[in-house]
């Protein structure tokens, strides 16, 4: 059977501490070609632990994840992961920071050079390509993990809270590139926000989890036209209904 779907997980169950930690169980999603998945859920309900498992850092205790089709097992060269907490060596510069995946996948110096410039530049780091991750602030470390992953140019992106430690400024900033990247190259991407208006102004749909043991509270789908712009989400009519709704399904869940 043929399917846009590029991403599904299937009634995956997470277990930790000898089995006596639920993070998830029977947890089921998917994302189609292109589109934009945004997650929300309250903190430590398994957010973090099912990206990993989508990009094949941890195996599940149940069920499965597939990527085109294929269970996973380990990362693959067409998915990038942008970490929550930034993932970076602390013994390389940004610029070997950025480069790093690049090199791994064994791509070419010169498109390696290329590359790291555009990314640097795309997030706002000319000047500090000869730092150290110590010697930047945490919403600078965070746009050298976001640089890295966007360098491989991957066709599937796993974003856990990418903009999460950027001020409110620049995340509008990067949102907007975020989505100025999609409307030219539309790509897979599954999205981890705190942010309700995030998730409203990036996603195709939102998942809205339960806390843990996490499953799926509902999916929503954001009826707002591409281009988008954030002003434009947030001006939009349907903002305001798709953001109480949101709260209303994280709130009953607080009150529960
Ligand atoms: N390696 C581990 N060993 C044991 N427990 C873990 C491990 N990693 C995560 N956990 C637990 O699993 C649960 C889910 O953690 P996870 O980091 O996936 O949550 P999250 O939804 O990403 O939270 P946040 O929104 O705060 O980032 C938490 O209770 C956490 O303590
Ligand atoms: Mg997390």
Redesign the pocket.
């Known amino acids: 059977m043929a399917t846009a779907e590029r991403v599904v997980v299937e009634r995956a169950t997470k277990l930790?501490?000898a089995g006596t930690?639920n993070?998830f169980s029977e947890l089921g999603l998917s994302v189609r070609d292109r589109e934009t998945v945004c997650v929300l859920?309250?903190?430590?309900?398994?957010?973090?632990?099912?990206l990993r498992a989508m990009h094949g850092l941890l195996s599940l205790d149940g069920g499965r994840i597939l990527i085109d089709g294929t269970p996973v097992r380990g990362p693959r060269r067409n998915v990038a992961m942008v970490f929550?907490h930034f993932g970076l060596m602390p013994w390389k510069r940004v610029r070997a920071n950025v480069a790093y995946g690049l090199e791994l996948a064994g791509a070419a110096q010169p498109t390696i050079a290329e590359r790291v410039r555009r990314y640097i530049d795309l997030v706002g780091l000319v000047g500090f390509e000869r730092a150290f991750p110590h010697e930047l602030s945490g919403g600078m470390q965070q746009r050298v993990g976001l640089a890295r992953a966007l360098a491989m140019e991957p066709d599937i992106l796993l974003m856990?809270?990418p903009f999460g430690s950027l001020d409110a400024q620049t995340r509008e900033i990067m949102q907007d590139e975020l989505l100025r990247i999609y409307q030219q190259d539309p790509r897979t991407m599954v999205f981890?926000t705190?942010s309700i208006e995030e998730a409203i102004a990036l996603g195709d749909r939102i998942v809205v989890l339960t806390a843990?043991p996490a499953r799926v509270r509902e999916t929503l789908v954001v009826d707002i036209p591409r281009p988008r712009t954030v002003a434009g989400v947030i001006a939009h009519p349907r903002f305001l209904e798709l953001r109480d709704h949101c709260w209303r399904l994280l709130r009953e869940r607080v009150a529960a």
């Open positions: 930790y501490n930690l993070v859920g309250p903190s430590g309900c398994g957010k973090t632990t099912l929550q856990d809270e981890i705190h843990r």
